[in-house]
């Protein structure tokens, strides 16, 4: 781990599983070497996992990290269970608790409606959000940016996407599945 900590600036950190104590190391170690660290709840829908057993956890999180404004708190949403309006109640909740910690918000599109809780999210207060290129979105990876930007945009939220970049990054992304040896990734 510390021979990696000079080349990666933020860690992303979920493999704790919400237990805080197993987090503990990690974040000693990320701080230390003066990069950004994002724990990254595990959510999940069940009676168990609601605003106020994550308000709990995000709590004992902002307690070992010495605050919200040390850290990126991610909400992740792996398994995409996530109903817009439960995403919305709980960046909602964590902000109102917090109201300057950055929330980022990391979905996967399992049930189909990841673009809608993407943009819950966002117009609950979340400032981060995971999309991918358009010609990678399949499966159960992320949103397609270009959907996301769309309704984000019409539902009066400001994006920073350079779309130039996403183009020039689809033409390539599109020429490499098309024929990966002939296209240079550098």
């Known amino acids: 781990f510390r021979s990696f900590l000079p080349f990666v600036d933020v860690w992303r950190w979920f493999d704790f599983l919400n237990y805080v104590p197993n987090m503990i190391p990690i974040a000693e170690e990320v701080m230390k070497g003066g990069k950004l660290f994002e724990p990254a709840i595990s959510f999940s829908v069940s009676d168990e996992c609601t605003n ?5 956890v995000t709590k004992e999180i902002l307690s070992i990290t010495g605050g919200a404004k040390e850290i ?9 269970v996530g109903s817009p309006k439960r995403i919305a109640s709980l960046v909602d909740a964590m902000l109102q608790k917090h109201p300057s910690l950055v929330i980022h918000y990391h979905r996967h599109t399992t049930d189909g409606l990841a673009v809608p809780a993407l943009v819950a999210a966002a117009k609950a207060g979340a400032k981060i959000l995971d999309v991918t290129d358009d010609p990678f979105t399949r499966y159960y990876g992320h949103a397609p940016i ?14 920073n996407l350079d779309l130039a970049h996403v183009d020039e990054a689809s033409r ?15």
């Not at 106020?52 to 709990?56: D, E, N, P, R, V």
């Not at 990126?72 to 995409?80: N, R, S, T």
């Not at 390539?172 to 550098?186: C, E, F, G, S």
């Open 172 to 186: 390539v992304v599109t020429d490499w599945r098309a024929n990966p040896r002939a296209v240079d990734l550098k």
């Open 146 to 159: 270009r959907s996301v930007n769309a309704l984000l945009q019409e539902n009066g939220l400001q994006t």
């Open 72 to 80: 990126v708190l991610c909400i992740k949403d792996m398994a995409g």
């Open 52 to 56: 106020a057993y994550y308000l709990k």
